[in-house]
Every structure is written in structure tokens, then in C-alpha cells.
């Protein structure tokens, strides 16, 4: 029972992996899905003043089970490996073959929509914070991109900014890297295996995630559903940014994007919308089965 555990979180750390590789598409989305957002931001907030006591005095076990950590090492095997061997394939879908890329996230997060939102106890305030939240994440797609040639010490920031989108449901931390002109030589540093500067990235990403998760995991704790709903929206809103038929920001449909271009791939894009769809009901039936037997 403990390894098909492992082997679940595993495979989830693997899709939010993924898609915090795509400039649009949040890790934290595919965690809020699949039901492990909760506790995955308990145990980054767990790294507090008992955690280093635990340390100080020795106490390992009592410090991994504080930290939740075969939990957090699984999660981040499978985000890490995912990352690692996704990085150039990704970049290269994005660049030759994006429309079909598109679809597929669609197809995750479209198919996703009624358990998120069944999970919301909605009254009057709550469906404003769902419309807020879409339209938070929507302005955010708005913003135009951004080229820089970073100095090393740029890749913290990114990092720290980045992670701290990565965790919130629907912003995606990739496509800050874009706005800020370092997604580039950040994906160029995965390829190209430059530790120094990944180092200084990864340095970010963490000092991000301990203070960003801590807020979260306090509003989460205090204001349960007025939160959810709130990151309900932010993930509708985010759909806008991976439309796959736009230009230059303008939503078009299929057709009028073929118009344009002189393709839409709207069958190929289908195909990728229902595997997305189809990937994210396993997922959530793997979910299911693997909770009723812990």
C-alpha cells in the first residue's frame, strides 16, 4: 500500500512537473486538481521554528514526519525528473508544433472544472471572489512579454518570483519567466547543465516557496472555502492565456485562425484536447482508488 502511495505522488509530481514547463500552465493548477494542493502547501509551511528544533536536537524522524517528507521527496522526484527530461521537448513543441501542445492543457484543466468547482460551498461573496479570480488571471495574461540578458544574480529573482506563481492555481510561473525575459536563459540552463546558474535559481525558488507558502496555507486554514473559490476563478482565467488559436493575444476561433495562417490543426488540436481530458480523468480516478485504500 505505502509504495503504490509513493507511486501516486510520483506520478503527480511528474504532471506538475510538466506543466510548470509550459508559459501559461501552473504546476499548482495540476496540484489543486489532484487533490494533494492542501497538503502539499501544509508541508512547505511545516519548515518552521519546530522543524529546526527537531534539527538542532537531532530528532530526524520526528523532523521528517514534522515536514511531511516522503510525501514532499516524492512530489519533488517526479516535478524534478519531469522538468529535466521535458525541458528541451516542451520548448521544442512550443516553438514547432504549439496549437496541439495548447489543446492538450485544455483538455486537463476543462476537464478538471466541475470537481473543483463541486468542491466549493458558493454563496453570494464566494461567487464574486470565483469572478475576481478569473479576472485577476486574466489581466495577468494580458501583460506583454519582455527580453533581457540576465546577470547571474537575476536567476534568484526569477526564481523566488517564479515559484511563488508555480504554487498558486491557474498563474503560471513559466510564463512570469516570460514577462520577465527569463524564461530563455532559464530553459538554456537546463540544457545546457549550467549548475552555477541553476543553483542560483533553484536558492530562489526555495526561499519562495517557504514564505509564499506559509501565506497560503494560513488564508487556506482560516478561510477554507472563500479561498478555494478564489483559486476556482484564477484557474477559468487562466484558460484565456492557453487558447490555442490566438495572435498576438486576439482569441480567434479555428477557422479564422486558419485564415490567418493558413492552418488551424483544429483535428490534431482536438485529438490533444480529449487526450488532456482523458489524462486528468485517470489521474482523478487513480486519485480515488488509491484514497479509499490509505
Request: aromatic letters at 12%; a positive charge.
Amino acid at each position: 500500500m505505502q509504495l503504490k502511495n509513493y507511486i501516486n505522488w510520483i506520478i503527480k509530481g511528474l504532471a506538475m512537473g510538466a506543466a510548470d514547463v509550459v508559459p501559461g500552465v501552473s504546476g499548482g493548477t495540476l496540484a489543486f486538481i489532484l487533490g494533494i494542493y492542501e497538503r502539499f502547501l501544509g508541508a512547505l509551511a511545516s519548515f518552521n521554528g519546530q522543524a529546526l528544533r527537531f534539527v538542532a536536537k537531532g530528532q530526524w524522524r520526528a523532523f521528517w514526519q514534522h515536514v511531511d517528507g516522503t510525501f514532499l521527496l516524492c512530489l519533488f522526484a517526479g516535478i524534478l525528473s519531469s522538468i529535466f527530461s521535458l525541458a528541451t521537448l516542451i520548448h521544442y513543441l512550443l516553438i514547432t508544433n504549439p496549437l496541439p501542445l495548447w489543446a492538450f492543457f485544455n483538455g486537463l484543466i476543462i476537464a478538471a472544472l466541475p470537481w473543483l468547482l463541486k468542491a466549493v460551498r458558493f454563496n453570494a461573496a464566494r461567487i464574486g471572489l470565483l469572478v475576481a479570480g478569473a479576472l485577476f488571471a486574466f489581466s495577468i495574461s494580458l501583460l506583454t512579454p519582455v527580453h533581457s540578458d540576465p546577470m547571474p544574480l537575476m536567476f534568484f529573482g526569477a526564481g523566488f518570483i517564479a515559484i511563488c506563481a508555480m504554487i498558486l492555481p491557474g498563474i503560471s510561473g513559466s510564463f512570469l519567466l516570460l514577462l520577465m525575459g527569463m524564461y530563455a536563459p532559464v530553459v538554456s540552463a537546463v540544457s545546457d547543465a549550467r549548475f552555477n546558474l541553476l543553483a542560483l535559481f533553484a536558492l530562489g525558488c526555495v526561499v519562495g516557496l517557504l514564505a509564499f507558502s506559509r501565506l497560503l496555507n494560513m488564508l487556506l486554514k482560516r478561510h477554507h472555502d472563500t479561498m478555494l473559490a478564489f483559486l476556482c476563478g484564477i484557474v477559468i482565467g487562466a484558460l484565456y492565456r492557453i487558447w490555442p488559436w490566438q495572435i498576438e493575444g486576439d482569441i480567434m476561433l479555428p477557422a479564422t485562425y486558419a485564415e490567418a495562417t493558413g492552418s488551424s490543426q483544429w483535428l490534431l488540436a482536438g485529438v490533444c484536447l480529449i487526450a488532456g481530458a482523458a489524462t486528468i480523468l485517470v489521474l482523478l480516478r487513480l486519485e480515488r482508488i488509491l484514497g479509499k485504500r490509505e
